[in-house]
Structures are given as C-alpha cells and as structure tokens.
C-alpha cells in the first residue's frame, strides 16, 4: 500500500476554508499533510487523527524564523511546511485559531497581497509593454516580442487574478461589501470585453489576446466550480 499521495488545492486566494477542511478531513483517514506540492499538497499515510489547519502569509528574515514559529508553538500550532511566504500550521481542535479578530485577519491577506503585488504588478507591466511592442513592430522583432507576450500572458493573468481574489477576501474581513462586489464584477466585464473583441475587432494579435484572456476566465472557473463540487461530495462522505 502507497504511503505518499498527492491532492490538488483549490488556491489559497480563492478557497483556503475548503483546503484547511479538505486537509482535516483526510488526517482523520490517516493521512496527514506534510509539505506544499505543485498547485497541491503532499500526504503522508499515518494513524487517523483529528487535526485542524490554518495557514499564514508571511515574509521572514532567516533571523525571525525561530520566534515565529516558537510563537505559534507555544499557541498550540505545530509548523508543518513552508513554501515562499506562505506557512501551514496544524493543531489539535478546540486550539485557538491563528487570527481570532478582524485586525489581525486584515493583516493577514495583507501580507499575502504585498507578496503577490510583488510578482504580479512588474508581470503585468512588462505584459503591456510586450504587447504594444508587437502591435507597432513587425518583422522578427514583431515575432519574438508576439511569442514573450504570450508567455507573459500566461502567468500575469491568472496572477493578477489571484491580487484581486486577495484583495476580496481582506475586503470580506473588513465588511467593505461594495468593493467585494465591485472586484466580483471585474472578471464578468473582463470577460465580456474580450469576446467583443473576439467577434468584432480586426488583428491577429488582438484576437490572441482576446482568446487568452477568456481561457483565463473560462478555465479557473471550470476547476472552481469541479472543486467546489468535488469539496461537497467529500463534506458528505466524512
């Protein structure tokens, strides 16, 4: 019998509740978290016990690692991984949670979007500044700086889609419901725009761009809706 598996994330930015309860429910079929995984988690098999998980976002100098960690030790929080600036902690229930109060909430997805601003706002920059090079430029010039702004597009989309979910979810804990409703229409009008485009405006390198950015849309919410899917059937079955 297999001692390691593999499970996928729904994305922090957009389900951490759904992943926390997903991880707590296979550690009571003995199969515990022990570290990040592409666009996942690794499992290892072990007895059934009732965990609890939370995550928290931030940057540490190799100077404050060890208070950090000994802090959320001492609260009953036991580190189970890192990858970057993101941390995952594991508890018995019943321990207090991470962030018990709005305050300290807020100050938790912002740390999380000053790190996702940090890779998202020079991606999307050079993404403009490579499509506008390819619109006025033609021959190889035109070719290559077309191929780098489709590799840009690739990651400054689904990355500037992850800052605004971000950006959601600390507007959530701050009750600021008409920005959250606001961000909620960004994706819809992002997407409308784009099969306009598609239909009625001329240029290859437009209409790529334009098919680009509802494959963006179109695809994260295929595997939202799959994954949210998928979160209730196992609710059911634990």
Excluded: C
Excluded at 104 to 109: A, D, F, H, N
Excluded at 140 to 145: A, C, R, V
């Amino acid at each position: 019998m297999r001692q390691t598996k593999y499970i996928m994330s729904g994305g922090l930015a957009f389900s951490e509740d759904k992943d926390m309860e997903k991880l707590r429910r296979f550690s009571l079929k003995g199969w515990h978290v022990s570290g990040f995984g592409f666009m996942g988690y690794t499992l290892k098999k072990g007895e059934s016990s009732n965990y609890i998980y939370s995550v928290d976002y931030r940057s540490l100098k190799e100077d404050e690692e060890e208070e950090y960690f000994d802090f959320f030790s001492s609260s009953g929080w036991s580190h189970i991984a890192s990858e970057g600036d993101i941390h995952l902690f594991r508890a018995q229930p019943n321990t207090k949670p991470i962030y018990s109060d709005r305050d300290t909430s807020v100050e938790k997805y912002e740390n999380l979007a000053r790190s996702m601003n940090y890779l998202a706002i020079p991606f999307v920059l050079l993404t403009v500044l490579a499509w506008v090079g390819a619109m006025i430029s033609s021959g190889t010039l035109h070719s290559i700086l077309h191929a780098i702004a489709i590799i840009f597009t690739i990651i400054a989309i689904p990355t500037a889609w992850t800052v605004i979910a971000t950006y959601n979810n600390k507007w959530k804990v701050k009750e600021k419901i008409g920005l959250v409703k606001l961000l909620k229409t960004i994706p819809v009008l992002l997407f409308l725009i784009a099969v306009f485009i598609l239909l009625y405006v001329d240029g290859s390198a437009v209409n790529i761009l334009a098919s680009m950015v509802i494959g963006a849309i179109a695809l994260p919410t295929a595997i939202w809706v799959i994954m949210s899917l998928y979160h209730k059937k196992g609710a059911k079955k634990a």
